[in-house]
């Protein structure tokens, strides 16, 4: 064998371990890479409901962003949306932006808009019919809903529904506008949801779980 040979060999090698390498890092970026509290929050992209203006992350820079992904066959989705609601109303006009992202892939623009218009919702609603949004989040199903501070850092990530309009998340939402934390009005079963402006660990339960 040639020296050229020898070389063209090794080239073949290191092409194979580094496509073995990248088709890992690749089948396991969910472990590598998990996007969690004290992540910064995945890009993403998606048309706004009715005009179709596309929206991105960046639009939101500098903002506290409630990003919740439902969709319009997900029962609760429809429970939580009130408190979501309520919590848009509450801080929407103090700095508070709050984007629903459906990720129904069948469900028609009607379907949707007659989902929102049914519960009254007046915030930000996107669509991502190709659901690129919830892969760059990694969500395990719907809801699911990430606080996001103003510089772009995953404050609370929770999985199921939750009720947003509780003392814990009117807290967590009030010290990240920098406000004064609101008074508690009931016990709505969500303690333990003040979350500092540290990063912590804690995501939340998954489905069906207390």
């Known amino acids: 064998m040639t020296l ?20 890992g890092m690749h089948l396991m970026r969910n472990q590598l890479f998990p996007v969690t509290v004290g992540s ?27 990003l919740n992904l439902w969709a319009t066959d997900c029962a ?24 629903a992202i459906s990720e129904d892939d069948f469900a028609k623009e009607d379907s949707i808009a007659g989902f929102v218009r049914h519960l009254g919702l007046t915030f930000e609603v996107l669509h991502d019919s190709a659901q690129a949004v919830g892969q760059a ?42 406000l004064a934390t609101p008074r508690a009005t009931s016990d ?4 333990a949801q003040v979350i500092p402006l540290i990063p912590d660990t804690t995501a939340g339960p998954g489905p069906g779980e207390p």
């Open 4 to 23: 050229k040979q020898q070389w063209g060999a090794v080239g073949i090698v290191i092409a194979v371990i580094a496509a073995t390498v990248a088709t």
């Open 40 to 66: 910064t929050a995945p890009a993403f992209s998606a048309p706004e409901l009715g005009t179709h203006k596309l929206r991105t992350l960046a639009d939101y820079r500098g903002k506290v962003v409630l």
């Open 76 to 99: 609760p989705c429809r429970v939580e949306m009130p408190s979501i609601e309520q919590l848009q109303r509450a801080y929407g006009d103090k700095g508070l932006h709050v984007v």
């Open 137 to 178: 989040y990694q969500i395990t199903g719907y809801p699911e809903t990430f606080v996001i501070g103003p510089e772009g850092t995953i404050r609370k990530k929770w999985i199921g529904a939750a009720d947003w309009s509780s003392q814990g998340n009117r807290a967590l939402i009030a010290q990240l506008l920098g």
């Open 188 to 191: 709505t079963g969500d303690a």
